[in-house]
């Protein structure tokens, strides 16, 4: 009998510099780090720089600079280069459209020109609880590309209605949601040209042999969507750990509103990274 080594195991962290990162990043982060570590795998630093409208160049160099204050180490980035470069999305358009070809060819989207506003006034079902893209009522599904003419549109990823997208996380346990229901036609390359976040994030992950997804636990209903697109794609699918996301006083999930925590600021009232670790219980549970 053979047996096959299993992959080393390959982790990632993967921050958008839309702002500073805040302690609610650094914690998902750190539980990146510490199952990578623990597993003697490899830890990739991947720059999601894809929207431009919204991330600032200024970002990007405080992200690096914050992420090695913290503790952070990464063998693989945009600023030390690896095996599977580049490691800025802005510089990978090639990898997001040779996915985006494949799914047209699969017949897995179709072109979408309805605007933000004409699906928002078309929603039949409520927003899935911590998910902001409101289920597309399916307006465009029978258009072909050629009745488009020019008149701008986005790529939507066909949902199959009714099926149970099931997954077991490996911090949450097992996850069922049902496309159509719980997720609708999701775009997945948007009509400004640019690739949506579940194409580059699929297309990256597998491109970079990411062997498990370490993630808040806000993006549970995206990891269905994006089982539906490595299906297509013909790609293997990593694990995923979601981890709780990190609460302020009020019960909100911190986001980048929370100046007073960004490890900017906490840095530069002299808290040491230590200091905010102190409490975390992300040291690796017990799980596979
Ligand atoms: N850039 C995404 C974010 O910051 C990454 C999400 C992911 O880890 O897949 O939300």
Same mark, same amino acid.
């Given at each position: 009998?053979?047996?096959?080594?299993?992959?080393?195991?390959?982790?990632?962290?993967?921050?958008?510099?839309?702002?500073?990162?805040?302690?609610?990043?650094?914690?998902?982060?750190?539980?990146?780090?510490?199952?990578?570590?623990?597993?003697?795998?490899?830890?990739?630093?991947?720059?999601?720089?894809?929207?431009?409208?919204?991330?600032?160049?200024?970002?990007?160099?405080?992200?690096?600079?914050?992420? *090695?204050?913290?503790?952070? @180490?990464?063998? &693989?980035? +945009?600023?030390?280069? #690896?095996?599977?470069?580049?490691?800025? =999305? /802005? $510089?990978?358009?090639?990898?997001?459209?040779?996915?985006?070809?494949?799914?047209?060819?699969?017949?897995?989207?179709?072109?979408?020109?309805?605007?933000?506003?004409?699906?928002?006034?078309?929603? *039949?079902?409520?927003?899935? @609880?911590?998910? &902001?893209? +409101?289920?597309?009522? #399916?307006?465009?599904?029978?258009?072909? =590309? /050629? $009745?488009?003419?020019?008149?701008?549109?986005?790529?939507?990823?066909?949902?199959?209605?009714?099926?149970?997208?099931?997954?077991?996380?490996?911090?949450?346990?097992?996850?069922?949601?049902?496309?159509?229901?719980?997720?609708?036609?999701?775009?997945?390359?948007?009509?400004?040209?640019?690739?949506?976040?579940?194409?580059?994030?699929?297309?990256?992950?597998?491109?970079?042999?990411?062997?498990?997804?370490?993630?808040?636990?806000?993006?549970?209903?995206?990891?269905?969507?994006?089982?539906?697109?490595?299906?297509?794609?013909?790609?293997?699918?990593?694990?995923?750990?979601?981890?709780?996301?990190?609460?302020?006083?009020?019960?909100?999930?911190?986001?980048?509103?929370?100046?007073?925590?960004?490890?900017?600021?906490?840095?530069?009232?002299?808290?040491?990274?230590?200091?905010?670790?102190?409490?975390?219980?992300?040291?690796?549970?017990?799980?596979?």
């Amino acid at each position: 009998m053979t047996f096959s080594t299993p992959p080393k195991y390959r982790g990632r962290l993967a921050p958008s510099p839309t702002g500073y990162l805040h302690l609610g990043h650094a914690k998902t982060f750190w539980a990146a780090q510490s199952r990578a570590k623990s597993r003697a795998g490899a830890l990739i630093l991947r720059n999601e720089d894809l929207d431009s409208t919204r991330f600032k160049m200024e970002f990007v160099d405080t992200m690096l600079e914050d992420l *090695r204050w913290f503790g952070f @180490e990464w063998s &693989e980035g +945009p600023d030390c280069g #690896g095996p599977f470069a580049p490691y800025n =999305q /802005s $510089e990978r358009m090639d990898f997001y459209r040779a996915a985006l070809e494949k799914l047209r060819a699969g017949n897995f989207i179709y072109p979408c020109t309805c605007s933000r506003k004409d699906i928002q006034a078309a929603i *039949r079902a409520p927003h899935a @609880e911590n998910d &902001e893209e +409101p289920i597309y009522p #399916g307006t465009c599904r029978q258009n072909q =590309q /050629s $009745e488009i003419g020019n008149r701008k549109f986005s790529w939507r990823f066909y949902v199959p209605d009714g099926e149970v997208i099931s997954f077991v996380d490996r911090n949450c346990g097992e996850q069922k949601f049902v496309a159509g229901k719980d997720f609708g036609d999701f775009i997945v390359w948007r009509g400004d040209g640019v690739p949506a976040y579940q194409l580059a994030c699929v297309a990256d992950d597998a491109a970079m042999r990411i062997t498990e997804v370490v993630r808040g636990a806000d993006l549970l209903l995206s990891t269905a969507r994006q089982i539906l697109l490595y299906r297509s794609l013909h790609l293997p699918v990593p694990d995923f750990f979601h981890c709780a996301l990190m609460l302020d006083d009020r019960g909100r999930r911190l986001a980048k509103r929370h100046d007073a925590l960004s490890l900017r600021a906490l840095r530069g009232q002299g808290v040491s990274p230590e200091e905010l670790r102190a409490n975390w219980d992300v040291s690796d549970p017990a799980r596979p």
